[in-house]
């Protein structure tokens, strides 16, 4: 045999054998995966079957495009607080707000004369939004909402749409990364 003729013989075992992989691998999905998931006790469909976590949570089109609008009203309706035991509270109530693959983050604390206020916010799934919650510290480690809002987001823009939060006058103002005001919110005391 000659040396061309056995290059062409091991390329066609190669690719004989990526295409079974590739095959077996579609089978694997279709047996085994899924293409809906539990959220808030409704099943919502998915834009694909999935096997693993980590391919479904890095697919930016993860959810079934019909899907959309209900899981941001899903998100967006889901109430929490208004009052918290402690920091556990916060964390399992914003948890099972949460859409599981998507993001959640926090803003830095806000400090004022005799007040302090943690903040987190969550990533609403494919429509640049981002719900916010504001919960003020109070005395014996519990937690009451101050704040709870949507927020839209630049999706071409790596910054949030809300970058610093200050408290005057018993107002949470909200800016911009250009200073600019985008959100008052009275807080009582």
Do not use: C
């Amino acid at each position: 045999m000659t040396r061309s003729r056995r290059s062409i013989v091991a390329l066609g075992i190669f690719l004989a054998s990526v295409g079974a992989v590739v095959l077996g691998r579609m089978a694997y999905v279709e047996a085994f995966g899924s293409d809906e998931m539990d959220y808030r006790g409704e099943k919502i469909r998915l834009s694909k079957k999935y096997v693993d976590y980590d391919d479904y949570k890095n697919d930016p089109a993860n959810l079934a495009a019909s899907e959309i609008p209900r899981v941001e009203k899903l998100m967006t309706d889901a109430k929490v607080g208004p009052l918290f035991a402690d920091w556990h509270d916060v964390a399992r109530q914003l948890s099972n707000i949460k859409v599981p693959g998507y993001g959640m983050g926090s803003a830095d604390d806000v400090v004022a004369v005799g007040r302090e206020f943690a903040v987190r916010f969550m990533e609403i799934p494919q429509v640049a939004k981002e719900r916010y919650f504001v919960l003020e510290k109070l005395e014996g480690g519990r937690f009451r909402l101050a704040d709870d809002f949507v927020a839209p987001r630049d999706p071409g823009s790596a910054f949030a749409r809300i970058s610093s939060i200050r408290l005057a006058d018993d107002r949470l103002i909200y800016a911009d990364r250009n200073g600019r005001v985008v959100r008052e919110t009275p807080v009582a005391r």
